[in-house]
């Protein structure tokens, strides 16, 4: 599981995409944010596992 904390959505979603491109993930399709914090926080989960020549 990777959390991840982001001055916005846009910036979050593009995080998970790049961690997307590495290894499986199970992507969120939104983020969460927390009354009275700055920015957002993203929750994805990663297989990292995978084989590193697939």
Do not use: K
């Not at 916005?8 to 399709?29: K, N, S, V, Y």
């Amino acid at each position: 599981m990777v959390e991840v904390a982001a001055a916005d959505d846009e910036t979050a979603l593009a995080i998970q995409e790049l961690l997307a491109g590495r290894w499986a993930t199970a992507p969120a399709d939104r983020t969460t944010r927390e009354p009275g914090e700055p920015g957002v926080r993203l929750r994805c989960y990663l297989d990292v596992r995978q084989d590193l020549t697939s």
